[in-house]
């Protein structure tokens, strides 16, 4: 029986997805609720969809796209997903981003994740500083050494706030596949509790070592670039969608790459960037119904040659 919940998760995602066209195929709207996984270091459940902000958040405060962007937000939350990645290389992203959660008034139901690139304790800490500040929290989920920048010095610095109970969770990013052997190395000599790094159809690097090594070490893994910043879907643009994408519950070319990196178990999440609340929606529904096993997963590395 559907909870209370279930039932406005789909209709979140189902009102927002009305736009999108021709009616929904009825697998949408009888699916399950937004899949979850483990985060390891403490086994709490973390939605597989996520939210990214690089480019598509880095807007002033007053830019009318604000209501664009919090409904995006609103799509994201009542939709099931929590999850929202950021950084202060992102131009004003984490400002953007601390403003909509802000406004929208659910800050318990977000999963607030930002990172720190400097050099040294000292800008590293006004850094961070910062980013409490632009977020408008007192405490940060989720906060990851962006690119692998002084590393060692970083991640002392973060324990020391997890500690304080002011971080929740710490880890490491990068976005290059000639970066994912840093990243296996990094992993080895410091323990943190998540790692992103990039992931996809046309960028399957980290299923030979890196996604490995995760699961066997209990370390979470956020995917940044499903698209490859959008060239994948590119190549499939007036395409009609394959017959058997309704077997993985898939109604878009974006939902097919998503569940590829989904059907990975190694993978937590994924996080996609997006201004467009119908395009959240579409992506939530990914993380709901059937994931494809190896023989489809073929078909569809196939279908974007």
């Known amino acids: 029986m559907s909870t209370r919940r279930q039932l406005l998760?789909?209709?979140?995602?189902?009102?927002?997805?009305?736009?999108?066209?021709?009616?929904?195929?009825?697998?949408?709207?009888?699916?399950?609720?937004?899949?979850?996984?483990?985060?390891?270091?403490?086994?709490e459940a973390l939605p597989v969809i996520g939210l990214g902000t690089s480019i598509t958040h880095n807007l002033s405060v007053d830019d009318p796209q604000m209501e664009r962007l919090l409904e995006v937000l609103r799509v994201l939350v009542e939709g099931g997903a929590s999850l929202i990645d950021t950084a202060p290389s992102y131009g004003n992203a984490e400002?953007?981003?601390?403003?909509?959660?802000?406004?929208f008034?659910?800050?318990?139901?977000?999963?607030?994740?930002?990172?720190?690139?400097s050099t040294g304790r000292e800008r590293g800490m006004a850094q961070i500083e910062a980013s409490f500040q632009a977020l408008q929290t007192d405490t940060i989920d989720l906060i990851q050494v962006h690119n692998l920048q002084d590393t060692?010095?970083?991640l002392g610095l973060m324990r020391e706030?997890?500690?304080e109970g002011r971080v929740r969770y710490i880890g490491v990013t990068h976005y290059l596949e000639s970066s994912h052997d840093r990243l296996l190395e990094t992993l080895k000599q410091e323990r943190v509790d998540f790692v992103?790094?990039?992931?996809?159809?046309?960028?399957?690097?980290?299923?030979?070592?890196?996604l490995p090594y995760c699961a066997e070490n209990g370390i979470a893994t956020l995917i940044?670039?499903?698209?490859?910043?959008?060239n994948l879907l590119s190549r499939v643009k007036g395409k009609p969608?394959?017959?058997?994408?309704?077997?993985?519950?898939?109604?878009?070319?974006?939902?097919?790459?998503?569940k590829f990196i989904l059907a990975e178990p190694a993978v937590t999440a994924v996080i996609p960037a997006t201004s467009n609340p119908r395009y959240m929606a579409d992506n939530l529904i990914a993380g709901q119904g059937r994931l494809p096993d190896e023989r489809q997963r073929k078909l569809i590395v196939e279908a974007f040659r």
């Open 9 to 43: 998760q789909r209709s979140a995602i189902a009102a927002a997805m009305f736009a999108l066209g021709p009616l929904l195929p009825s697998f949408v709207l009888a699916a399950e609720t937004l899949r979850t996984r483990k985060i390891p270091s403490t086994g």
């Open 95 to 103: 400002r953007v981003v601390g403003e909509l959660v802000k406004r």
């Open 105 to 117: 008034g659910q800050p318990e139901n977000v999963f607030l994740a930002s990172k720190v690139s």
């Open 152 to 154: 060692s010095t970083q």
């Open 161 to 163: 706030l997890k500690q």
């Open 196 to 210: 992103q790094f990039n992931y996809s159809v046309s960028e399957r690097s980290a299923e030979k070592a890196l």
């Open 224 to 230: 940044n670039r499903p698209f490859t910043r959008g």
């Open 241 to 258: 969608l394959p017959d058997w994408a309704a077997d993985i519950d898939a109604s878009s070319w974006a939902q097919l790459l998503l």
